[in-house]
């Protein structure tokens, strides 16, 4: 078996690795065979856990991808893009609010949803655009740790001064009465909300992929990823492609934003912090700087989050194991740096 196969020379390294992936193993198997054959949850249980990891997961991609993007042309991790995420949906909040006091949600929600998704969309590119030119583009000859450092700064900077315009209370959001009741397919029945957050999600990510795959911008961020000085000789503005690959994540993040609300129905200023970091789990679980690795990764991620709690916890008489779904969460993002830390579909880099 590849997984125990020893090297030329055993070390005591790979006697611990050994140990630790049986173990990892071990426990799996164990759980989910306990909480399996003890039978505490029905097929709708695990129905439902499923397609709220579905819906989970594919906010958690579209984060991942602005995660993705920004690192395969600047090889830095933008830690500021969950404060992005953040400030597209509270923003946005206000506009919905307006219009729910001016009637405008109940007469014609379409249309209400449609300026509520615009707003988020355009203050979280604004945010990103600004965060590009003021924070990091004078620091793009810098080691890569300064960048990290100011990300962080960045990212506190941006939380507490939206703390301080917005107030550090929970809002709710307004009901746009759109995705009442459930769809049944097959044997699936996904609530309505879901189903459209997991749709328009995977349509957000297609059109992302078919843009950079096949338009003339796309092929220009494609040739700063691999070299931006040969990329400037050949005539492509790499300051305007950086522009754009911050604008594009910062589009996909308003866009979650608003999927996000229509799974949990509220904002507050700390709200970007958890999907950011999972988000970026999620990254690095598929490959980071890979666009069709983010994809899988934050749905990977947001399906482990909602089924493994239950399935791995509940078996050894935890109780609600569902607060401890954070912790899978962050228990996969370690143990996917130690035993494969370019994720599924990255592939390793000389630095």
């Not at 000085?229 to 492509?236: P, S």
Request: hydrophobic letters at 55%.
């Amino acid at each position: 078996m590849r997984f125990l196969r020893p090297p030329e020379r055993i070390t005591g390294g790979w006697v611990v690795m050994t140990l630790l992936k049986i173990v990892v193993a071990l426990f799996v198997l164990v759980g989910s065979w306990l909480t399996i054959s003890n039978g505490y949850y029905s097929y709708s249980n695990w129905q439902a856990f499923f397609v709220n990891g579905l819906a989970l997961g594919a906010v958690y991609a579209l984060i991942a991808l602005g995660y993705t993007l920004v690192y395969g042309i600047l090889f830095m991790i933008n830690f500021a893009h969950g404060e992005v995420f953040m400030s597209g949906a509270f923003t946005a909040f206000f506009t919905a609010t307006w219009m729910a006091d001016l009637g405008m949600i109940e007469a014609n929600p379409w249309l209400a949803l449609f300026i509520t998704l615009l707003t988020a969309m355009l203050t979280s590119m604004s945010v990103a655009i600004i965060l590009e030119r003021v924070a990091y583009r004078p620091l793009r000859g810098a080691p890569r740790l300064v960048p990290l450092i100011t990300a962080i700064g960045a990212s506190l900077f941006l939380q507490y001064t939206f703390r301080g315009l917005y107030g550090a209370g929970v809002r709710a959001y307004p009901n746009f009465g759109l995705f009442e009741g459930s769809i049944t397919l097959g044997f699936f029945t996904i609530p309505t909300n879901r189903a459209v957050v997991i749709v328009a999600a995977l349509f957000l990510m297609l059109a992302l992929y078919v843009f950079v795959e096949k338009t003339r911008t796309g092929r220009s961020m494609r040739a700063v990823s691999e070299d931006k000085d040969v990329a400037a000789m050949m005539g492509i503005n790499v300051d305007r492609v950086i522009v754009t690959t911050f604008a594009i994540g910062g589009l996909l993040a308003g866009a979650a934003g608003i999927l996000y609300v229509q799974i949990f129905n509220q904002v507050h200023y700390f709200m970007g912090f958890l999907p950011g970091i999972k988000a970026f789990t999620s990254a690095v679980l598929g490959g980071i700087g890979n666009i069709v690795g983010a994809m899988l990764g934050g749905f990977s991620l947001g399906i482990l989050e909602s089924v493994g709690p239950q399935l791995l916890l509940r078996g050894f008489e935890i109780p609600s194991p569902n607060q401890l779904k954070d912790v899978i969460a962050f228990t996969v993002l370690v143990l996917v740096l130690i035993f494969r830390p370019t994720g599924f579909l990255g592939r390793k880099e000389n630095v």
